[in-house]
């Protein structure tokens, strides 16, 4: 047996069940009560389909309402790019002659 079915097997309610809970829901509250709590049971169960509704069809004017996604602008460099590559700066050429050692000096 599922676990669902065996959680959900405490739901199914037969007739003899159904007399049982009225004749105790009869003794608690008397022959007097009982329309009264039929009539508001009536109107919470009303109340709540009536809220349930309004719910949906909240949700459902949402999705109608819901904007398209339109695709990213395209952005604009802020400075112009100039289509002429600039030259890398140039080197002197290197001389041949050795660049003199520093001066070292010496403390006596």
């Known amino acids: 047996m599922s676990s669902t079915t065996s959680i959900l ?7 003899g069940e159904m007399i049982v809970i ?7 509250f ?15 169960i009303r109340e709540f389909k009536k809220v349930t509704s309004g719910v949906e069809d909240q949700i ?4 109608n309402e819901a ?3 339109s695709p990213a602008p ?4 802020a400075l112009p ?15 041949a002659e050795k660049p003199a050692p520093p001066p070292t000096e010496l403390n006596p």
């Open 9 to 15: 097997a405490f739901l199914d309610i037969g007739g």
């Open 60 to 63: 459902k004017q949402a999705i």
């Open 22 to 28: 009225f004749l105790v829901v009869l003794l608690l």
């Open 30 to 44: 008397g022959g007097q009560r009982m329309p009264e709590l039929a009539r508001g049971l009536g109107k919470s």
């Open 74 to 77: 395209t952005r604009t460099p």
């Open 67 to 69: 904007p398209e996604i």
């Open 81 to 95: 790019v100039s289509p002429v590559a600039t030259p890398a700066p140039t080197l002197p050429p290197p001389s």
